[in-house]
């Protein structure tokens, strides 16, 4: 009997067609709505593989009702949307796709360091608005990035590809983890600081931790205080890590400069959210990993994950013996 695969997206046709040739392969086909939590109970009930996305909550009562599941494929690096302990207790293999985007997460993540520092989207906005006047020594003056102190929560594949961006603007680079790399200091030409530290004396504050519950809003009102006034925030990993609240007063209040945020604790982030009010935060809807070429090699491992475990075969990253954290 041929084994049944649920998609939760609409995925290019290439991959789909690549699982077809092996599965019965059912897709929730709506692109910008994410499925509905009764369809996703009902669809996993007889699936043999889930390849699902970081908007999909694969909890432990979703967990309860598959009876054939054998591997749920996250089409993300991240993946606290799963609850991977009721996983591994059915022996599910979960996996994720790290690593295929890696280069193209860290580029987005200096382009938000680069548009919150100088100002992009304000400067757009002034000049679409038609208050562009005459030109003024000081007007839209933003903050160097050459030559400044960045501070890098996290010391994984991405993060080590923003130390590469940052070195190319000369500019001093911390680090905290919660593993020391002494092979990575030497090799990177980086400085290892505790999180008070870092927050002092960094110009950008960069997160880039995964998330767990032991980190929730580990970026609060204490930190921010700890931070400079020109210091600003980037935040490409996930939303639950900053208090958002605080971060409103921060900026409000004059503590921080600015904040670019790729991420949010809900997304899609409301309208009306306090955020979006602010001139001097550059907020995206969670397109780290948006080029072409990046979001096919992810759905492309996606499908070869799930197809592996469904043929017997040891997936290519697998997740459930992944460590909690790496900070």
């Known amino acids: 009997m041929t084994a049944s695969i649920y998609v939760t997206r609409k995925l290019p046709d290439p991959i789909i067609q690549k699982l077809s040739a092996h599965f019965h392969v059912k897709m929730w086909e709506e692109e910008d709505a994410v499925v509905p939590r009764e369809v996703l109970s009902k669809e996993i009930e007889e699936a043999d ?4 996305l970081l908007t999909d909550q694969i909890d432990r009562e979703v967990i309860s009702k ?12 991240g993946y606290n949307n799963i609850d991977i302990d009721a996983a591994s207790q059915k022996g599910i293999v979960v996996t994720n796709t790290p690593g295929v985007l890696t280069e193209t997460t860290a580029d987005l993540t200096f382009a938000l360091l680069m ?9 757009s906005d002034f000049l679409r608005s038609g208050q562009w006047g005459a030109w003024s020594p000081m007007q839209l003056t933003g903050q160097d990035i050459y030559g400044a102190t960045i501070g890098i929560i996290g010391l994984g594949r991405i993060a080590e590809a923003l130390v590469r961006r940052a070195k190319g603007f000369d500019m001093r680079v911390l680090y905290h983890n919660r593993t020391r790399k002494l092979d990575k200091e030497k090799e990177l030409d980086i400085e290892y600081a505790d999180l008070q530290s870092l927050l002092k004396e960094s110009d950008f504050v960069c997160i880039l931790v995964p998330y767990h519950p032991e980190l929730h809003h580990m970026i609060g009102k204490n930190e921010f205080a700890l931070m400079k006034k020109e210091a600003i925030l980037v935040n490409t990993a996930r939303g639950g890590l900053v208090d958002e609240a605080a971060l ?10 600015a904040a ?3 991420v949010f604790e809900e997304e899609p982030v409301p309208l009306d959210h306090p955020l979006l009010t602010l001139p001097n935060v550059v907020t995206l809807p ?4 948006a080029s072409v070429n990046t979001r096919l090699k992810m759905a492309s491992l996606a499908a070869e994950n799930v197809t592996n475990v469904l043929h017997g075969k040891e997936p290519i990253t697998p ?3 992944k460590e909690k954290s790496s900070i």
């Open 319 to 321: 997740v459930n013996k």
């Open 248 to 257: 409103f007063d921060a900026l409000k209040q004059n503590q921080i400069l």
């Open 260 to 262: 670019g945020l790729d």
């Open 286 to 289: 969670h397109i780290g990993s």
């Open 115 to 123: 548009t919150a520092a100088r100002r992009v989207t304000e400067a």
């Open 49 to 52: 593989g889930l390849l699902c």
């Open 66 to 77: 598959a009876k054939n599941l054998k591997v749920i494929s996250n089409l993300a690096v």
